[in-house]
């Protein structure tokens, strides 16, 4: 799973050390996982942040909690800290952050996710443009944002209806539909 070396850990105790009782160690969790736009992130965690499912290990000075969405994305990351001159950094590598690891058990975002970054966005980044997903509902419904040269197409809808939402419905079980929030009067950046 995760490593978290020795002057990693002796870091990040001095750093809990010196916040409030009310953090009890830290949460490693990934942002866009399976993605290009992958981030592996760090942070305080407070009570409010925990979630039962979260996998966690007690370290001597602190404990760490693991987001277990992010898991399969935290296999063989590695958290380091080296000493510099101008005091030290904090390094996180997760070399499979960015990997698609998408199988029937995995949440409808990540096989959305995985079906726009690897099918769609190819094909639009030949007009400079893109679609990332903003949110899905409760009645299971994809909210997407256009954005580079797809945001202010005049073109959208056909992209929107014959492409990406007919890909996502059709292999993307358990979607009930897709709906549109770019902002398309902007077409500073619109492929013509």
Same mark, same amino acid.
């Given at each position: 799973?995760?490593?978290?070396?020795?002057?990693?850990?002796?870091?990040?105790?001095?750093?809990?050390?010196?916040?409030?009782?009310?953090?009890?160690?830290?949460?490693?969790?990934?942002?866009?996982?399976?993605?290009?736009?992958?981030?592996?992130?760090?942070?305080?965690?407070?009570?409010?942040?925990?979630?039962?499912?979260?996998?966690?290990?007690?370290?001597?000075?602190?404990?760490?909690?693991?987001?277990?969405?992010?898991?399969?994305?935290?296999k063989d990351a590695i958290v380091d800290y080296a000493k510099d001159r101008m005091g030290g950094q904090?390094?996180?590598?997760?070399?499979?952050?960015?990997?698609?690891?998408?199988?029937?058990?995995?949440?409808?975002?990540?096989?959305?996710?995985?079906?726009?970054?690897?099918?769609?966005?190819?094909?639009?980044?030949?007009?400079?443009?893109?679609?990332?997903?903003?949110?899905?509902?409760?009645?299971?419904?994809?909210i997407l944002k256009f954005g580079g040269g797809c945001q202010g197409c005049s073109m959208v809808d056909?992209?929107?209806?014959?492409? #990406?939402?007919?890909?996502?419905?059709?292999?993307?079980?358990?979607?009930?539909? #897709?709906?549109?929030?770019?902002?398309?009067?902007?077409?500073?950046?619109?492929?013509?």
């Amino acid at each position: 799973m995760v490593t978290i070396t020795e002057s990693a850990q002796g870091y990040l105790a001095e750093l809990l050390a010196k916040q409030g009782d009310d953090v009890l160690g830290v949460r490693m969790f990934i942002t866009n996982p399976g993605t290009s736009r992958a981030e592996t992130c760090i942070a305080y965690c407070r009570e409010g942040d925990i979630n039962e499912e979260d996998d966690s290990v007690e370290f001597t000075a602190f404990k760490a909690f693991y987001e277990k969405r992010s898991l399969p994305f935290l296999k063989d990351a590695i958290v380091d800290y080296a000493k510099d001159r101008m005091g030290g950094q904090l390094t996180i590598k997760a070399p499979n952050a960015k990997m698609p690891q998408v199988s029937a058990d995995s949440p409808l975002e990540d096989h959305i996710n995985y079906i726009l970054y690897n099918e769609v966005n190819p094909s639009l980044a030949a007009h400079g443009g893109e679609v990332s997903l903003e949110k899905i509902t409760d009645d299971k419904v994809a909210i997407l944002k256009f954005g580079g040269g797809c945001q202010g197409c005049s073109m959208v809808d056909v992209t929107l209806k014959e492409g #990406v939402e007919k890909t996502l419905l059709e292999k993307v079980h358990g979607l009930a539909g #897709v709906r549109d929030v770019t902002d398309h009067t902007d077409k500073s950046d619109a492929y013509m």
